[in-house]
């Protein structure tokens, strides 16, 4: 097969300094390539650990905000980062749930759980996760409500679940002081029948 050039050509090529600086500025271009894409791959990789990062400072720079905003509405900060247990059952087996609210507050004689929340999302009621996070804090602490402090709108609100809820305290003391009025009636009736009865 006839050569396409003569090693007298290359050398001759190969001799001529342009032709090694055409070499270098591709080698250079070929390891700046490289580089460049090592360098999005690492950046890439590490960018939801970076947002996270960065969420998990912001939410902590609002929950230390929060505080001032909870004493600027009068109420009086008890305890943060307020550690509960309670206890659920599935088909009667008992399951322990722990839980950790923002802060325990307490105003008029009433005590409240504050939840902090920031972001476009968590701070509105339409967001699922928010929502049944309060729920879940009104069922298992034995408080006198929820408030929902949104650090994007610096704004305090209390949150009423209804009276399947926010009523389970005051039914139960219904029904209990109905049943020692029944005893007291009931006992009024049995002595007064029993004073004329001796008479």
Same mark, same amino acid.
């Given at each position: 097969?006839?050569?396409?050039?003569?090693?007298?050509?290359? &050398?001759?090529?190969?001799?001529?300094?342009?032709?090694?600086?055409?070499?270098?500025?591709?080698? /250079?271009?070929?390891?700046? @390539?490289?580089?460049? /894409?090592?360098?999005?791959?690492?950046?890439?990789?590490?960018?939801?650990?970076?947002a996270l990062k960065r969420r998990q400072r912001?939410?902590?720079?609002?929950? =230390?905000?929060?505080?001032?905003? #909870?004493?600027?509405?009068?109420?009086?900060?008890?305890?943060?980062?307020? =550690?509960?247990?309670?206890?659920?059952?599935? &088909?009667?087996?008992?399951?322990? +749930?722990?839980?950790?609210?923002?802060? @325990?507050?307490?105003?008029?004689?009433?005590?409240?759980?504050?939840? %902090?929340?920031?972001?476009?999302?968590?701070?509105?009621?339409?967001?699922?996760?928010?929502?049944?996070?309060?729920?879940?804090?009104?069922?298992?602490? &034995? +408080?006198?409500?929820? @408030?929902?402090?949104? !650090? =994007?709108? %610096?704004?305090?609100?209390?949150?009423?679940?209804?009276?399947? %809820? =926010?009523?389970?305290?005051?039914?139960?003391?219904?029904?209990?002081?109905?049943? /020692?009025?029944? !005893?007291?009636?009931?006992?009024?009736?049995?002595? %007064?029948?029993?004073? #004329?009865? @001796?008479?």
């Open positions: 097969m006839k050569r396409l050039i003569s090693q007298q050509e290359i &050398n001759r090529i190969m001799a001529h300094p342009a032709f090694w600086q055409v070499l270098g500025v591709l080698c /250079v271009s070929i390891l700046c @390539l490289w580089v460049i /894409v090592r360098f999005w791959r690492w950046w890439v990789s590490g960018s939801d650990e970076r912001r939410a902590f720079r609002a929950e =230390e905000d929060a505080a001032g905003v #909870l004493r600027a509405h009068g109420y009086t900060v008890i305890s943060d980062q307020v =550690e509960h247990s309670w206890t659920i059952h599935q &088909n009667g087996e008992p399951f322990e +749930v722990d839980l950790r609210a923002d802060y @325990l507050v307490s105003r008029g004689g009433k005590r409240y759980i504050a939840e %902090v929340k920031s972001g476009m999302c968590a701070p509105s009621l339409s967001t699922a996760a928010t929502r049944r996070q309060l729920l879940e804090y009104r069922v298992a602490y &034995n +408080v006198d409500g929820i @408030l929902l402090v949104d !650090m =994007e709108a %610096v704004e305090l609100s209390r949150v009423d679940f209804g009276d399947r %809820v =926010e009523g389970r305290e005051i039914s139960s003391r219904g029904t209990f002081l109905g049943v /020692v009025m029944g !005893m007291l009636v009931g006992g009024s009736v049995v002595g %007064v029948y029993m004073f #004329l009865y @001796l008479l």
